[in-house]
């Protein structure tokens, strides 16, 4: 069993930064991608960024890049999501996310946190 635990959301206004981390915990494997969706109100949870184990390998949805950047640190088997520029419609919760590789977490992650709310305000 892995657990994910998410940290670092609340409010913002329009162009601020804001920091997410996701600690996993448990069986996660020799090896594993870790990466982030989200979901906004009333719309289906998307994409938004992952990392291979390396960290030599990043993908992002194209509506962040440029303004987010995901990174790692396998010591402490955490991933964090650095947010700048940040628009209203970035505002959502968002979501940890664990699998095999990145193709998959983009996919079908096998584990997943419980989520953190971002509000941007305009």
């Known amino acids: 069993q892995v657990l994910l635990e998410e940290s670092g959301g609340g409010l913002v206004q329009t162009g601020g930064s804001l920091r997410l981390s996701c600690a996993a915990s448990?069986?996660?494997?020799?090896?594993?991608?870790m990466g982030w969706f989200r979901q906004a109100p009333g719309k289906e949870r998307e994409f938004v960024a992952a990392?291979?184990?390396?960290?030599?390998?990043?993908v992002y949805t194209d509506s962040v890049k440029g303004r987010f950047t995901i990174s790692r640190d396998n010591a402490k088997r955490t991933v964090t999501l650095q947010m700048n520029s940040l628009k209203p419609e970035d505002t959502a919760v968002y979501y940890c996310?664990?699998?095999?590789?990145?193709?998959?977490?983009?996919?079908?992650?096998?584990?997943w946190g419980q989520g953190t709310q971002v509000t941007v305000s305009s």
């Open positions: 996310a664990l699998a095999r590789t990145t193709l998959v977490l983009k996919s079908t992650p096998d584990y």
């Open positions: 448990g069986r996660t494997g020799s090896s594993y991608a």
């Open positions: 990392i291979s184990w390396s960290g030599g390998f990043t």
